[in-house]
């Protein structure tokens, strides 16, 4: 088929300009010819809306939804503080406040002086004082949680608040444990990514300016995932995955599943992991899931987005001089990200 001149042919819709990289895939087929392309998508869907909203920020264009769903992921409250009245809930969160709280005030001078003022003994030990700070704590919720009781005239309590909420943040038992912050660069377009990791730049960037909060598949996988990331983990660059492991090796791969493979079969030759590897396993898990949706949301605020089409040709001229006439055009749309799209297209007659 040398004699055929792919540019010259009477497509109905414009191929890309990214077609200028990549081959057409032409096939013919009892006289029709095939041609199968990419053409840019002008009206893609939105990869991150609705059910599927992964990604949240405090853009001033962002509807105050999207702000609540932010903060409480972060477990902040409405002026973007950490959210103490979740300490005095009386459950569980209450119960890490009232711990934390009763030891601080064992050691504290302030507290001290108040007791001395207020009880028998005016220096008392260390016993002495954590039993009166567990009696107050007592008088103070009597009537429910401790929120505005007197706990808080003590200066101590708002530092032992803060120590306590971002424990209970760690643990998952205040906003969303497995969010992630995200960084956006806004230069002539926007680039979003994990926080520290994409580019930085005093003026053009904003630090945890939006968050990624993980759906209930996303928390499956990275429940099914951690264990294997206890040991190592996967990059992926264009079409080239590399699994690297934490003894140092890695190996290139040509799928996302052989890599994988490849970093579970050295799991299983380890001891079981340790919490402290499994906590590093489950912050890769998390992590990965966040790059791909950050990857589909980056390539669609970029534009990056295709349609496929198979458009098919009959032959009204010679076989020494064709003239070929547009006789169908089919597209599939909703490609996003140019490497899936130009990866689809070649394995179009395959």
């Known amino acids: 088929m040398e004699h055929i001149s792919i540019k010259e042919l009477p497509f109905e819709v414009t191929p890309s300009f990214i077609m200028d990289f990549n081959d057409y895939q032409v096939k013919e087929v009892d006289g029709v010819l095939k041609v199968a392309y990419l053409a840019d998508d002008e009206d893609p869907f939105h990869p991150n809306v609705a059910d599927e909203k992964t990604i949240f920020t405090a853009h001033r264009y962002a509807d105050e939804l999207e ?33 934390e709280w009763v030891a601080q005030a064992a050691i504290s001078p302030e507290f001290a002086v ?55 943040v760690s643990q998952g038992l205040i906003g969303e444990l497995d969010a992630i912050s995200l960084d956006c660069y806004d230069h002539g377009g926007q680039s979003w990514s994990i926080t520290g990791n994409g580019m930085q730049c005093q003026w053009d960037t904003s630090r945890r300016a939006g968050v990624w909060v993980p759906l209930q598949h996303h928390k499956e996988l990275i429940q099914e995932r951690m264990a294997t990331y206890a040991f190592g983990y996967i990059e992926r660059v264009g079409q080239v995955w590399t699994s690297y492991l934490d003894n140092g090796t890695k190996q290139q791969c040509k799928s996302w599943h052989e890599a994988f493979v490849s970093v579970q079969l050295f ?37 990056d987005c295709y349609g496929l089409v198979l458009a098919e040709f009959s032959n009204i001229g010679t076989e020494d001089e064709p003239e070929w006439e547009l006789i169908a055009s089919d597209e599939c749309w909703g490609y996003i990200g140019s490497d899936d799209a130009v990866s689809e297209l070649q394995h179009q007659f395959h």
């Open 67 to 99: 702000h609540e769903a932010m903060q409480e992921a972060l477990g902040l409250n409405r002026d973007w503080e950490p959210d103490l009245d979740q300490l005095m809930d009386g459950a569980d969160r209450e119960k890490a406040f009232r711990k």
């Open 114 to 168: 108040w007791a001395g003022n207020t009880g028998r003994k005016e220096d008392g030990d260390e016993r002495y004082l954590r039993n009166r700070a567990s009696a107050f704590w007592r008088e103070q919720s009597h009537q429910g949680h401790v929120k505005d009781k007197q706990l808080w005239h003590f200066e101590f309590t708002a530092d032992v608040a803060l120590k306590a909420w971002q424990q209970l």
């Open 267 to 303: 799991a299983s030759s380890q001891r079981k992991p340790t919490a402290k590897q499994l906590a590093n396993g489950r912050a890769r898990a998390r992590e990965e899931l966040c790059e791909n949706d950050l990857e589909q949301y980056n390539a669609w605020l970029s534009g």
